[in-house]
């Protein structure tokens, strides 16, 4: 069948532009901030993505739509969905450029100076989302792209560490960004950020020995991303004062934290088996929890569509499909994030969906160690067979949640 005559199109493609609004949030909370002095107005931002955006998604709820496979060649190829991911660039560093600006003023009272932060560490903390889809591409300039948006949160390193490291060892105990069931997500934090810094180093100077060269050297991935937030950094300080190194220190923990609590909530408790040979199964479907939420996916570049992603990484944002075969989180991205802060209820609603995509047998998923001797409800569970045909009464496979044919 000719890709032209394909009867589909993609009914979001008004609203991928979307995702460009978090980058402009800053603009309008510096709007609202000089024209009523008001210093509320710089948690704007976060209020619009962890409180509006999950109320929209639940009113609008999901979309399951696939685009047929047919049509896919001719979406990978359109410039327009490619060109929504540039743009974010330059928008995130302008926010932060005015955000500098108005920290150097120092007329922020404490809670106002705490909102500026949040805000920039939120839209800094999301285009690693971007940089996460510029960098899986074969496209030397969009790789480069992706190391550019992780510079203002010093985690240019995630470049090396997600597709080397995480993609290799996804949903087992070795991998340091999935959490594992029982884990809370402050436990989770420092043994994914330290965990996925001591990677990422590994992988790199690995490399660099196989070719005969030290990793102290300008050829090191993970050097020069590093070279890139002290260049950055010490450019905005000569422009602003170097008061402002505490301001930018501050935001990239909130940047990269806010990544490493969607770490924490991709693959949480789900694990891959070994196989008769002693190597762990491929990635499939079921190694990642993901969500059909229309609005967070369209903010997110559809990021919730996890599966297909690590299954495919090459495959571009507009042509990731839902799988009826991966488990299904409760709610959007921006909702989870914020219930992953509080483990009571995290736990609550997280853990039992575990044990239940794993038939109640706990031995099946990736156990925290000190979580191994007893159950969500602190009983023993029972350790039958595991029935990997099936999660939550559906048989698995491959099919899209609509035929290939649309």
């Known amino acids: 069948m000719r890709i032209d005559t394909v009867p589909w199109r993609d009914t979001r493609k008004p609203l991928w532009p979307l995702a460009l609004l978090v980058p402009a949030l800053p603009f309008m909370a510096w709007t609202l901030w000089h024209a009523t002095g008001a210093g509320w107005a ?51 560093y302008a926010a932060l450029v005015l955000c500098c600006a108005v920290w150097a003023g120092g007329r922020l009272s404490w809670p106002a100076a705490a909102g500026l932060v949040a805000t920039v560490g939120v839209v800094d903390g999301i285009a690693i989302n971007t940089a996460h889809e510029l960098g899986h591409k074969r496209e030397r300039l969009e790789r480069w792209l992706s190391r550019i948006a992780l510079a203002p949160t010093g985690y240019g390193h995630f470049h090396v560490e997600h597709n080397r490291g995480h993609h290799t060892r996804v949903a087992t105990f070795e991998d340091p960004a999935s959490s594992r069931l029982g884990e809370t ?17 590994q992988l790199e100077a690995g490399r660099l020995r196989l070719r005969g060269r030290s990793p102290w050297t300008w050829r090191n991935d ?11 950094y010490a450019v905005l300080a000569v422009v602003f004062g170097p008061g402002v190194l505490i301001f930018l220190g501050l935001q990239a923990v909130v940047g990269f934290s806010l990544l490493e609590a969607v770490n924490y909530l991709e693959h949480y408790g789900l694990a891959r088996q070994r196989t008769a040979a002693g190597r762990y199964e491929k990635v499939d479907p079921r190694h990642s929890w993901n969500s059909d939420r229309t609005v967070t996916n369209v903010f997110l570049f559809q990021l919730q569509r996890h599966s297909d992603h690590h299954a495919n990484p090459l495959r571009r944002y507009q042509t990731l499909r839902s799988f009826d075969a991966s488990p299904q989180l409760p709610a959007g991205y921006a909702t989870m994030v914020v219930v992953a802060l509080l483990p009571p209820l ?39 067979g ?14 899209t949640r609509r035929s290939a044919d649309g």
């Open 222 to 232: 993970v050097l020069t991303a590093w070279a890139m937030t002290v260049l950055l």
């Open 42 to 92: 710089w948690w704007l931002t976060p209020a619009v993505v962890f409180g509006v955006i999950p109320v929209v998604d639940l009113l609008i709820g999901d979309d399951r739509e696939n685009p047929p496979e047919a049509a896919v060649p001719a979406l990978q190829a359109d410039g327009y969905y490619r060109w929504l991911t540039y743009l974010y660039l330059p928008a995130q």
């Open 346 to 384: 995290w736990h609550r609603i997280m853990d039992p969906r575990v044990l239940a995509h794993y038939q109640g047998d706990r031995s099946a998923a990736n156990v925290h160690p000190r979580a191994r001797s007893t159950s969500t409800e602190g009983k023993p569970v029972s350790r039958g």
């Open 185 to 201: 997500f402050w436990a989770f934090w420092p043994r994914t950020v330290w965990g996925s810094l001591r990677s990422a180093w």
């Open 386 to 399: 595991w029935v990997p045909g099936r999660v939550h009464g559906r048989r698995r496979g491959g099919s």
